[in-house]
Nanobody, 125 residues
């Protein structure tokens, strides 16, 4: 069992930056692939970025590539999502998720087993 808690959301102007954090308790990150998803009002939850600890790879959605960076500290069981050049379209609740590392890194929600409660990110124009 893994418990995930996100933090770092807030209100920022377009072009600004935020760093989200996801702290995990329970089993260590090395047992899981970790992902970030987001959900805007009236829209489906969408993939943002993921990191696979076993092979050290990262994947990004095209909409955030070159603007967002996923990273983590395995010793502290924390992953981060650095978000630069934010746009109003990035406004959403951002969720951290964990999926078993024995499976390939997933870009769909059902590829993850545990979810945090989410943190709101609002980008003003």
């Amino acid at each position: 069992q893994v418990q995930l808690v996100e933090s770092g959301g807030g209100l920022v102007q377009a072009g600004g930056s935020l760093r989200l954090s996801c702290a995990a308790s329970g089993r260590t990150f090395s047992s899981y692939n970790m992902g970030w998803f987001r959900q805007a009002p009236g829209k489906e939850r969408e993939f943002v970025a993921a990191i696979g600890w076993r092979i050290g790879s990262t994947i990004y959605a095209d909409s955030v590539k070159d603007r967002f960076t996923i990273s983590g500290d395995n010793a502290k069981n924390i992953i981060y999502l650095r978000m630069d050049s934010l746009k109003p379209d990035d406004t959403a609740v951002y969720y951290c998720a964990a999926g078993a590392a024995i499976r390939p890194i997933a870009t769909i929600a059902r590829g993850y087993d545990y979810w945090g409660q989410g943190t709101q990110v609002t980008v003003s124009s």
